[in-house]
Nanobody, 121 residues
Framework: QVQLVESGGGLVQAGGSLTLSCTAS????????LGWFRQAPGKERVIVAT???????YYADSVEGRFTISRDDAKNTVLLLMNSLQSDDTAVYFC???????????????WGQGTQVTVSS
């Protein structure tokens, strides 16, 4: 089993920055992919960014150039650095982990509890 704990959400003004952090514990040696998803009220959960153990990364078009995903396997952590935040970025952000590098939420076996990010305009 793997446990994921997120932190770093909050309220920020448009144009501001936030950094989300996720720490994994348990059987972390099997975690090939670490990613971030988000879910806005009334909408489905969608990928924000993901990173493989080999260093491959993927970003959703909506965040490309503004967000950066960074993983530290020695510390079992993955960060999401969010810059130039917009009101459309308001959502609950979830950390996810799995043994397959994928853009699909279904590929991730482990999920954090979620952290709220609210961007005020």
């Amino acid at each position: 089993q793997v446990q994921l704990v997120e932190s770093g959400g909050g309220l920020v003004q448009a144009g501001g920055s936030l950094t989300l952090s996720c720490t994994a514990s348990g059987r972390t040696e099997s975690l090939y992919a670490l990613g971030w998803f988000r879910q806005a009220p009334g909408k489905e959960r969608v990928i924000v960014a993901t990173a493989s153990r080999r260093g491959t990364t993927y970003y959703a078009d909506s965040v490309e150039g503004r967000f950066t995903i960074s993983r530290d396997d020695a510390k079992n952590t993955v960060l999401l650095l969010m810059n130039s935040l917009q009101s459309d970025d308001t959502a609950v952000y979830f950390c996810a982990a799995g043994d397959t590098y994928s853009r699909s939420a279904r590929a991730y076996s482990y999920w954090g509890q979620g952290t709220q990010v609210t961007v005020s305009s």
